[in-house]
C-alpha cells in the first residue's frame, strides 16, 4: 500500500481528558508518544498552560495533563448563550439585543426570525435566530428600557 492509499488518520482537536495516568510521571517525548502529537504541538500547550515539573528532562504530572485537556475542552464548547444575546465574530464578545439598532427578518422556515445587529467595535454583522415569542419579548423590553436614549 502506498502513501497515497494509505487510510487518513482523522485529526483529533481536542485530545481526551482521561488519557494520561493520574500518579505517573511523564517526559517530553512520553507526551509526545501519549498523544501522538508534534514537538510544535507540545511547546504551545506549554505556552497556554500546560504545567511541568522543571527537571531535567522536562516531567509532567498525568494529573496535570488531564486537568489541562479538560480545561481546554470545557473552552472549546464554550458557555451557552444568554437570552437576548448574539456572538460577534469580529470581536469575539457578546452584545445585547436590547442595545444599539438591530433588524429583525423572517427565517427560512415559519416562525423563526433573525435578528442582526452591527458591532459597535468591528463594524461586523452579529446575527442569530429566535422565535416569534421572543421577538415579541425583544421588542416589549426595547420599548420599556430605551437604554442609552433616556436624558441624565
Not at 473552552?75 to 470581536?91: D, H, I, R, S
Amino acid at each position: 500500500m502506498t502513501a497515497a492509499n494509505a487510510p487518513r488518520k482523522k485529526r483529533r482537536n481536542l485530545q481526551s481528558d482521561r488519557k494520561a495516568r493520574l500518579h505517573q510521571l511523564y517526559s517530553n517525548d512520553d507526551v509526545i508518544k501519549l498523544y501522538e502529537i508534534s514537538r510544535n504541538t507540545l511547546t504551545n500547550w506549554i505556552a497556554d498552560g500546560l504545567a511541568f515539573i522543571d527537571a531535567e528532562p522536562r516531567l509532567f504530572r498525568g494529573s496535570d495533563l488531564n486537568a489541562f485537556h479538560g480545561r481546554r475542552r470545557v473552552k472549546a464548547t464554550g458557555e451557552p448563550l444568554g437570552l437576548f444575546l448574539v456572538n460577534c465574530f469580529g470581536c469575539k464578545r457578546s452584545h445585547s439585543l436590547l442595545e444599539g439598532e438591530i433588524s429583525i427578518s423572517p427565517g427560512r422556515t415559519e416562525g423563526v426570525f433573525r435578528a442582526s445587529l452591527t458591532c459597535p467595535d468591528t463594524g461586523a454583522r452579529a446575527n442569530r435566530y429566535v422565535c416569534s415569542e421572543e421577538v415579541e419579548a425583544i421588542q416589549r423590553l426595547r420599548e420599556t428600557n430605551p437604554g442609552r436614549e433616556t436624558r441624565d
